[in-house]
């Protein structure tokens, strides 16, 4: 089982590049996640996606847009990448609904803006 | 929203127990969690315990939920050097976002032998 799968794993960008981290899963889940973690901030959630077609904003989500044109996959794009947007960015995905929603990750995507 | 506090960093000696602390604002919390990270790694989930519960055990994990005090605690029995890396604390709220968990900012565990 893949799981929840990340690409690319890193990326170096310049200041005012765009680029899209792609997540794809196999689970057949409903919910999918876009984190960011840096050092001593924890994990903050920038978008979601509670199914196929539909996204909601997070914590931090300006600089980012996303799309969940499939179910299995939720990309991330930045549009005009930025030195603050230097991070480790987390995908996840859940089955959803009122039970326990456990979030199952991928390993993560290091993106460095310069 | 939500918020999570949990102290940053934690060392014990190989083979004593770890005690995590984790503070959550949100009464109407449903579940909470602890979820592990290794170095280089996404999180791993290692035990949820659901709001009407007061203590979870799994193994070397003892969960121990005061709802009262709004407070969570993660008992790591006879710590191994393996058991070195971040724990994340985090609660599922009620509300319109169904599914949004809210993570600490995570505790750092070092086990020296």
């Known amino acids: 089982n893949a799981g929840v799968t990340q690409t690319p794993k890193f990326r170096v960008l310049k200041t005012g590049q765009s680029m899209t981290l792609l997540c794809a899963q196999d689970?057949?889940?409903?919910?999918m996640y876009w984190y960011r973690q840096d050092p001593g901030m924890g994990l903050r959630l920038i978008h979601y996606?509670?199914?196929?077609?539909?996204?909601a904003k997070g914590e931090v989500p300006d600089g980012y847009n996303v799309s969940r044109l499939k179910k299995q996959n939720f990309l991330l794009g930045l549009e005009s990448a930025a030195p603050s947007q230097t991070s480790v960015y987390f995908c996840?995905?859940?089955?959803?609904?009122?039970?326990?929603?456990?979030?199952?990750f991928g390993a993560g995507s290091r993106l460095t803006v310069l | 929203g939500e918020d999570v506090e949990q102290s940053l960093f934690l060392s014990v000696r190989e083979g004593d127990s770890s005690v995590i602390n984790c503070t959550y604002t949100?009464?109407?919390?449903?579940?909470l969690y602890w979820y592990k990270q290794e170095p280089g790694a996404g999180l791993q989930l290692l035990t949820y315990?659901?709001?009407?519960?007061d203590m979870k055990q799994d193994q070397r994990l003892t969960v121990l939920l005061n709802k009262k005090d709004k407070h969570l605690s993660l008992r790591i029995a006879d710590t191994q050097t393996g058991d070195s890396a971040i724990y994340f604390c985090?609660?599922?709220?009620?509300?319109?976002?169904?599914?949004?968990?809210?993570f600490g900012r995570g505790t750092q565990l070092t086990v020296w032998p």
């Open positions: 996840a995905s859940s089955l959803g609904g009122t039970g326990a929603n456990v979030l199952t």
């Open positions: 689970m057949n889940h409903e919910y």
């Open positions: 996606s509670v199914g196929e077609g539909t996204t």
């Open positions: 949100d009464s109407s919390s449903t579940y």
């Open positions: 315990i659901f709001s009407n519960m």
């Open positions: 985090a609660s599922r709220g009620r509300g319109s976002t169904l599914g949004r968990l809210y």
